[in-house]
Nanobody
Framework: QLAESGGGLAPAGGSLTLSCAAS????????MNWYRQAPGSQREMVAG???????FYDDSVKGRFTISRDNTKNTVNLEMSSLKPEDTAVYFC????????????????WGQGTQVTVSS
């Protein structure tokens, strides 16, 4: 299970930090990503962090957003600064999780999303 927190309202030029915590019988987590979906638009990947591939940022957020993770706590954060009205969207946490079950089942999981609204 993934649970996001930290969304809310911010002025243009302001900052917000999103957090996502994974819980359950987790053996390991490879990639942890942040996606966003604005009204009437498709869900798009904003940033990602992977044990094997490093970090990724969409061009629209490079230099403004920073993704980080704490492997001991199974959490991933997204620090957002210099926010723009076009950053307004529902932000979703996404992770590739291997469960601590007999089969070591691996799947992609999604959080429920958290709303970020940037006022102009």
């Amino acid at each position: 299970q993934l649970a996001e927190s930290g969304g809310g309202l911010a002025p243009a030029g302001g900052s917000l930090t999103l957090s996502c915590a994974a819980s359950g019988r987790i053996f390991s987590i490879d990639a942890m990503n942040w996606y966003r979906q604005a009204p009437g638009s498709q869900r798009e990947m904003v940033a990602g962090i992977s044990k094997t591939l490093g970090t990724f940022y969409d061009d629209s957020v490079k230099g403004r957003f920073t993704i980080s993770r704490d492997n001991t706590k199974n959490t991933v954060n997204l620090e957002m600064s210099s926010l723009k009205p076009e950053d307004t969207a529902v932000y979703f946490c996404n992770a590739y999780v291997t469960l601590a079950d007999y089969s070591r089942t691996s799947s992609w999981y999604w959080g429920q999303g958290t709303q970020v609204t940037v006022s102009s």
